[in-house]
């Protein structure tokens, strides 16, 4: 009910508008595949950069020290670029693609109507609001609930704060939705159909964030419910923009409840 208030009656795309270019499944879970294989290496790298201690934890000649606390947003920073330019390469390589140089570009926001944009971002802002309130009235985070990455956003500097702010509330969600609702779920959707496509996308977009929607309920749900939201929005509308606006609004009220929470307190 709520998507049928949210998406135009007019927007109601043929599912073939999901099939060009030509992935399968195969294809999809190896982009996919790619990506994090990649981002491991080079969080991995940037690790074994610190623990020599190349310019991050003393001055080495000339080089000026750089603080620890840089040291994971710039390493999530590097290998989450670096897996998604690999990624991109892949599924350029494996798609039967015409010789239109912005296959990319249409393939994300595909003739979708800028001006709808507002209803998901409406409905980010609603989702957000809502884990919120669940979490700080209704079911309380415990506090020995591991949040590294938060924990490292509200001790970050200013400066780092901010990029921190950029990869939630825009690198994460752009790259989330293009992986999983785009490459991973049109060629699963190409091999299996879109119902099967949506479940098993839902149910791999879960995985990655684990162990921390395992331990906190209200954090699974959330999850879930992002992850079947976009695939529903993206079969609908046959475009990963909605998804993507919906995505970074949900991150970004998120991000600065946690901010202001800490503020306050």
Request: glycine share 8%; hydrophobic share 55%; with cysteine.
């Amino acid at each position: 009910m709520a998507l049928s208030v949210l998406l135009p009656t007019t927007t109601q795309p043929d599912i073939s508008t999901l099939t060009t270019p030509w992935w399968g499944a195969w294809s999809g879970f190896l982009v996919v595949g790619c990506f994090y294989f990649t981002q491991a290496v080079g969080i991995f790298m940037m690790q074994m950069v610190a623990t020599l201690g190349v310019g991050f934890s003393v001055d080495v000649g000339e080089a000026p020290a750089l603080d620890q606390t840089w040291l994971l947003p710039l390493s999530l920073l590097v290998g989450t670029i670096g897996g998604a330019m690999v990624s991109l390469r892949v599924a350029a390589s494996r798609a039967k693609l015409s010789k239109d140089s912005e296959w990319l570009w249409e393939f994300i926001w595909q003739s979708f109507d800028f001006r709808n944009l507002w209803r998901f971002v409406l409905f980010g802002l609603g989702l957000g609001f809502g884990f919120f309130a669940l979490t700080e009235f209704g079911v309380p985070r415990p506090d020995d609930l591991p949040q590294p990455i938060f924990d490292a956003l509200l001790a970050a500097p200013l400066l780092l704060q901010i990029v921190w702010i950029m990869m939630f509330v825009v690198l994460f969600p752009v790259v989330e939705e293009t992986l999983f609702r785009g490459f991973l779920f049109t060629g699963l959707a190409q091999s299996w159909g879109p119902i099967l496509a949506g479940i098993v996308t839902t149910v791999l977009f879960v995985a990655v964030h684990m162990p921390k929607v395992l331990e906190y309920w209200p954090a699974l749900v959330a999850v879930s419910l992002i992850g079947w939201l976009t695939v529903l929005i993206r079969i609908r509308t046959g475009s990963l923009a909605p998804g993507i606006a919906m995505h970074c609004t949900y991150n970004g009220v998120l991000i600065t409840s946690a901010l202001l929470t800490q503020t306050t307190s």
